[in-house]
């Protein structure tokens, strides 16, 4: 039975998931909303001639244990059989500093080891083409074979057999093989090396970014494996931050709550940019900052949607693929999302302090100016227009829109940051507008989305439900932490 018990691995290019038997069971190229190539999260293998998946089969296998790499998402999957012969087969995505920049390819490497006895393996390479709709075509060359797919060409370089490969021979391992699955380029170097040149190199890099976190002493292993994984979502060529590698996982069984979450949520990407801020990783707040720069630019009058495209393009159109039953067959399957075309006001206050950070955060290359900030207050006259206007909210319900006090006050804090940035620039003028709009959204909020019955803040205005997202009035600076109101509000 397929499982959500799964290894990630990436390199800000593409990123896959590896079962607990090392089974990579999705993922999409060229990129993360492209086409998975390896889609058996989706569809359980259940006969012999399904496809969509890579595998290293151990024959006679008795034992199964994963673990990464410290300080990095190399994950390592060892396998025992019965007679005392073991394998290791080592995953990752080639991550590192090459010629002045950063060098992250569309390609996954997986060497496999012999660390014990004398394993058999067996090594099945079956990528899909059209969300598994049929199986990629293959031909063959000297040392490697070319899957075929309607849009994409990938090229599985390798030092093992190719006969034992396409034909799936099973076959004694010696000593190591190394696959590089990637474009359809030729491979500069002997196999083995290219492999064990992106190993270190990869590793290298991985470490040294941790080692430049600033961590507390606690719960450094959970800090540090979360901050690995967020930093694994985002799309390196434009700065965007998806929301997931997957598409479909199902919110819970029959719920039919199942949402493609390759793109770039506003609101979820400033949660992350703050995260990885506080652990002092600002490149990432940069280059998010580009990407959202860029799509304001290219927008109307300050416009801004709840998701983009990784590109910052609107997102595909949301349809649904039967060639796919889903996750454990719980479907529908879905690309695209139509979330983009959804109402959600709180973009523009999650949009404005993803980029406060660089007014005032002196570690970062780009600092902010006055040509920022004016580009910035188009989001602030939004915020300030469509506060008190109803939207579909943080949690996306498909529906009748409300007014929800998160969003409100996500736009408050839009407008609240401007009035700091202002100050911050010597422009009194701007600091005095922002601080009354901000003052004024406050008095509106205060008044409609208090309940004095309940005696909290509650989900919508004039409403009688509570709300999760509340829980961040003080953190947003909306409530003092001592403030009687939020102390309810928590309660």
Known sequence: ?????????????????????????????????????????LRERTREGDFGFLVVELSDVAKEEQEYLANTPILVTRLHDRHGGAVEITDFAPRFRQYGRLFCPMMLVRRIK??????????????????????????????????????LVLRLTTDASITAIVEENAFFLEDTVTLLLGPDETVQGAVADVGGHFLDETAAYWREWVRALAIPFEWQDAVIRAAITLKLNVFEDTGAIIAAV??????????GRNWDYRYCWLRDAYFVINA??????????????????????????????????????????????????????????????????????DVYGSAILAATHVFFDHRVMRRGDDVLFHRLEALGERAAKLFDQPDAGIWELRGAARVHTSSSVMCWAGCDRLARIAAHLALPDRAAYWHSQAARMHQVICERSWNPEMGSFVATMEGKTLDASLLRLSELGFLAEDDPRFAGTVR
Do not use: K
Not at 313 to 329: I, K, N, Q, T
């Open 1 to 41: 039975m397929t499982t959500l018990d799964l290894g990630l691995i990436g390199n800000g290019t593409i990123g896959a998931l590896v079962n607990p038997s090392g089974e990579i069971v999705w993922a999409c190229f060229p990129r993360f909303d492209g086409d998975p190539a390896f889609c058996t999260l």
């Open 114 to 151: 012999r660390i014990a006895g004398n394993p058999r393996v067996c090594v099945r390479a079956r990528p899909a083409n059209q969300y598994g709709r049929s199986r990629a075509d293959v031909t063959c060359g000297s040392n490697h074979i070319r899957y075929v797919g309607t849009d």
């Open 246 to 255: 997957t598409t479909s996982i199902p919110e819970a069984a029959g719920s």
């Open 276 to 345: 990885l801020n506080r652990l002092s990783d600002t490149h990432t707040m940069e280059r998010y900052l580009s990407y959202i720069l860029n799509i304001v630019a290219d927008g109307d009058a300050g416009h801004l949607q709840p998701a983009y495209g990784i590109t910052g393009h609107s997102v595909a159109d949301e349809r649904e693929v039967d060639s796919l039953p889903g996750y454990r067959g719980l479907g529908p399957v879905r690309i695209g999302n139509q979330a983009y075309r959804q109402v959600q006001h």
